[in-house]
């Protein structure tokens, strides 16, 4: 059955009880509708030949991915709930991203959100541009367009048309040396509050999770100074209301995974799993989060 989002017949209450149910799933997934390869429906079908029984596309601050997705798990015959990966900020730490599951993506208050990241990125791509051509690399908008016709448009889309004009070798090497100059890394990523986020999310009438809390912990620092400030980070968002953790993740290591459980058992936040899956071709390292 594709329940897809919360209705009066298929209530948060249940979407809780599918989401920790004993199916196969993976519920943190991208497309080339944020910055992932694949389509919607490649990306699906991927899984379901894995015998996933569970699935959720969570783009990047958009649904497109999430809503051609519903069609697609329909003609799979797979569970299939809505999502989406908001980047947020608070006063204890930036990019505190947040899923969203299970939310109505028509959404009044959902919507508005939603439009209002999209021009704030698209003011940041502007500035990005500039900065990149005042260093003479010439890239133009067709360019952009053309890495995946015009659906999503950030730093990775910058990376892809250096490395194919012959700039850069990979887009990783565009991450670790011209976007780290001085006058690109200032021009920063606006994004919403996080406390905004989990009431966008609420509004919409789905379920809040915090992705990857991992993924705070700051290069070169060692898990056990992280952990109480990471601890600190969980109490804030428990405050905000959030209604999950998302404890498996390939960021976090086998007993950083039980304690993230451990901490969710402790507080009534619902348990979730996700592979963060973008591409096979270049999959993310996760390696430097394991560290002692």
Do not use: W
Request: hydrophobic share 35%.
């Amino acid at each position: 059955m594709n329940h897809y989002k919360v209705t009066e017949e298929f209530t948060k209450e249940d979407l809780r009880r599918l989401i920790e149910s004993d199916l196969k799933k993976d519920l943190h997934m991208h497309t080339f509708y944020s910055d992932g390869a694949l389509s919607p429906a490649e990306v699906l079908k991927m899984r379901v030949d894995e015998g996933y029984q569970l699935l959720a596309i969570t783009d990047h601050d958009g649904v497109e991915g999430s809503v051609a997705g519903k069609k697609a798990a329909e003609e799979l015959g797979v569970d299939y709930i809505s999502g989406i990966e908001f980047d947020s900020e608070d006063e204890l730490g930036k990019d505190i991203h947040m899923l969203g599951y299970g939310f109505d993506p028509d959404n009044e208050v959902f919507n508005l959100a939603v439009g209002k990241i999209l021009k704030t990125r698209n003011d940041r791509n502007e500035k990005f541009l500039e900065a990149l051509n005042k260093r003479g690399f010439n890239i133009t908008y067709d360019e952009l367009y053309a890495v995946n016709e015009g659906r999503f448009m950030g730093k990775p889309t910058f990376a892809t048309v250096l490395r194919r004009k012959g700039i850069i070798k990979s887009n990783d090497e565009a991450f670790s040396t011209i976007f780290m100059e001085d006058d690109i890394r200032s021009i920063k990523k606006v994004t919403l509050h996080t406390k905004e986020v989990v009431n966008i999310i609420h509004a919409a009438g789905g379920l809040a999770v915090m992705a990857h809390p991992m993924e705070q912990r700051k290069r070169g620092e060692s898990f056990a100074d992280f952990r109480p400030r990471m601890y600190k980070i969980l109490d804030r968002m428990v405050g905000y209301g959030i209604d999950g953790l998302e404890c498996h993740h390939p960021s976090a290591s086998s007993e950083q995974q039980k304690m993230l459980v451990a901490y969710a058992d402790e507080h009534g936040l619902m348990i979730t799993k996700g592979s963060d899956f973008h591409s096979n071709e270049s999959p993310r390292d996760f390696d430097r989060y394991h560290r002692p």
